[in-house]
Nanobody, 114 residues
Framework: QVQLVESGGGLVQPGGSLRLSCAVS????????MDWYRQAPGKQRELVAR???????NYADSVKGRFTISRDNAKNTVYLQMNSLKPDDTAVYYC????????WGQGTQVTVSS
């Protein structure tokens, strides 16, 4: 059983920054691609960013140039640095890993509001 624990969400003003973290309990973290998703109220969950085992990255068009996904294999942790935040970024953010099945964290709330 793989466990994922997100942290770092909160309330931030438009234009501000937050860094989300996701700690993953697996001994093979370093070979696993990792994803960040988000789900806003009334909307479907959407892929925000992906990082491969070799640290290649992909982003949703809506966050390109503002968000950065990274990983620290020594800490079994994936990060999402979010800059220039907008009210439309308000959502619950989840990290996900696929290891046979999909495993999700519990989510962390990000609210962008003045």
């Amino acid at each position: 059983q793989v466990q994922l624990v997100e942290s770092g969400g909160g309330l931030v003003q438009p234009g501000g920054s937050l860094r989300l973290s996701c700690a993953v309990s697996t001994s093979i973290f370093r070979i696993l691609p990792m994803d960040w998703y988000r789900q806003a109220p009334g909307k479907q969950r959407e892929l925000v960013a992906r990082i491969s085992s070799g640290s290649l990255t992909n982003y949703a068009d809506s966050v390109k140039g503002r968000f950065t996904i990274s990983r620290d294999n020594a800490k079994n942790t994936v990060y999402l640095q979010m800059n220039s935040l907008k009210p439309d970024d308000t959502a619950v953010y989840y990290c996900k890993v696929t290891l046979g099945n999909d495993y999700w964290g519990q989510g962390t709330q990000v609210t962008v509001s003045s």
